[in-house]
């Protein structure tokens, strides 16, 4: 089994059991990149929109006769060729960014991800972490007090105090287990996941 770093709301570190399969993975850069791209570009959304040369308002009439003026032979103002004409090549609204990667592939990234976080020691365990109110101020106190400053915090289920205190923090962003992205987990410099979290993840991932 796997030991990951588990600490208390004051930082006082122990170590507390997890799947090997999870958090103990050998570190595959090429499927972490194939995975964490395909992730941004099924993201992203096909919302522009360039106009061909039989979309653009243009005269269809020849600009000048075809011989004798020096210049080079032209059919239609609306050609690419032309300032003003139509793109050779169009930008779609329907275009399709999205990138396949198989549930396999995607689980094994994950768990890669997860793994050189514990390597790097950027990931750690807490029993719960709950506020009385939702104040923004006491989940820095919190936090600061773990030494934790930009974290990702991964819960096991929808915490509307922990959410609504962090919001107005930049470098801290709150998620629920089963919407853990690889790009947050990857671009974050702290993880904190709850022991529900851990045990969601394991169950989600096994």
Not at 194 to 200: D, N, Q, R, S, W
Request: charge should be positive.
């Amino acid at each position: 089994m796997m030991e990951l770093k588990l600490i208390d709301e004051q930082g006082k570190a122990s170590t507390v059991a997890a799947s090997d399969t999870l958090f103990g993975r050998d570190y595959n850069e090429a499927l972490v990149h194939q995975v964490v791209t395909a992730y941004l570009a099924n993201a992203r959304s096909a919302n522009r929109a360039q106009k061909g040369r039989s979309d653009v308002a243009k005269s269809t009439k020849k600009p000048f006769r075809q011989k004798g003026t020096g210049r080079a032979r032209a059919g239609m103002a609306s050609s690419p060729l032309w300032r003003g004409g139509g793109k050779i090549f169009p930008n779609s609204p329907d275009e399709n960014f999205g990138h396949k990667v198989n549930r396999k592939m995607y689980r094994a990234g994950i768990c890669a991800i997860l793994s050189q976080l514990v390597r790097e020691d950027r990931l750690s365990v807490i029993e719960n972490l709950s506020l009385e109110t939702p104040k923004t101020k006491e989940l820095v106190s919190k936090l600061k007090g773990m030494g934790l400053e930009q974290v990702l915090i991964v819960t096991d289920g929808f915490d509307e105090k922990l959410y609504l205190s962090s919001r107005n923090l930049p470098n801290v962003y709150v998620v629920e287990a089963q919407y853990a992205d690889p790009v947050s987990l990857v671009r974050s410099p702290s993880v904190l996941m709850t022991k529900g979290a851990v045990a969601k993840i394991e169950e989600m991932l096994a």
